[in-house]
């Protein structure tokens, strides 16, 4: 008589554990949406910045796919404007952002996970009232700010007002908060110090948080527009985003192509920070543990 213990183990699952194949239909339909709506846009500009003069980007004429593909667009974009200076001003930016935002944050996130100091509940109220008012509404003051210090036209001046978030500190407390308090406490009486604790306790137990962090950051800088166009004047100082806008100016003569290829060209980056972190991002995410 076979056992349960001598059947084989089923490696393979069964459809039947992904659910009945009417609500599968419906979850694959779900997901072709989203799909569609997210990388949708992406994969349209990738296809018009690939089209040739004689095709038709907009219109009743216009077709999806490129009958002649051609790389004249980004050419053309490396010809008109600076994008290697663009593409070094944004990466320093950049490195500033997640440097100071890691540094910051996660030490802020840290004191404000541990009970017992005075101001405690004061910080918190105000951290999270500050995610309250949009940056529109600070604008103007954080110019003069920056304009008092003499930041206009320089990259400081880009990264200074962020360089570090609320939302980036209440994340890190948040993970620094999930640390249970005996482990610490055996760490105490280790002899471990504040510094050893923070540094081999808490945070290789937020590295998910660490790593979401991370790729905020980058994204967020990376993809700024607005504060750059405020604060830089020179075209040597000019972030990504910013130098391609000037892309659709009619000096250039503007070319629908030309714009596509340089969107292409500013989201490249993120789309190979994406595929190299995933997998360190959702393990990190997933992997509650502890490690001394």
């Known amino acids: 008589m076979t056992t349960a213990v001598d059947r084989p183990r089923r490696l393979l699952p069964r459809w039947r554990d992904y ?17 569609g709506i997210t990388v949708g846009p992406l994969v349209w500009q990738l296809l018009a910045s690939l089209k040739s003069t004689s095709e038709d980007v907009f219109g009743a004429n216009a077709s999806l796919l490129p ?8 050419r053309q974009v490396f010809d008109q404007v600076p994008v290697a200076t663009y593409i070094r001003n944004s990466a320093i930016v950049v490195i500033l952002s997640i440097a100071s935002q890691l540094v910051f944050s996660t030490m802020a996130g840290y004191m404000l996970s541990k009970p017992g100091w005075k101001g405690r509940k004061a910080v918190w109220v105000v951290l999270v009232a500050s995610m309250m008012f949009p940056f529109e509404s600070i604008m103007v003051s954080l110019f003069l700010s920056i304009r008092d210090l003499g930041l206009v036209d320089n990259l400081a001046g880009v990264w200074l007002p962020g360089f570090v978030g609320a939302i980036n500190v209440l994340l890190m407390r948040g993970a620094f908060l999930a640390v249970p308090r005996e482990i610490e406490d055996s760490a105490m009486l ?4 504040e510094w050893q604790r923070f540094r081999y306790l808490y945070l290789p137990s937020a590295w998910g948080a660490i790593m979401v962090v991370t790729i905020n950051t980058f994204i967020s800088a990376w993809d700024d527009f607005l504060w750059p166009l405020i604060v830089l004047r020179s075209e040597s100082h000019m972030t ?8 659709q100016s009619s000096s250039f003569g ?11 060209i500013s989201v490249i980056p993120v789309l190979v920070l994406f595929v190299i972190t995933q997998r360190w991002f959702y393990k990190g995410v997933s992997s509650g543990a502890v490690k001394l």
């Open 19 to 35: 659910g009945r194949p009417r609500e599968l239909v419906v979850r694959y339909l779900l997901l072709l949406f989203v799909l």
């Open 190 to 193: 280790d002899g471990a110090g």
């Open 67 to 74: 009958h002649h593909p051609t790389l004249r667009a980004y």
């Open 240 to 247: 990504l985003t910013l130098g391609l806008s000037r892309l």
């Open 254 to 264: 503007y070319d629908q192509r030309v714009v596509m290829a340089g969107s292409v």
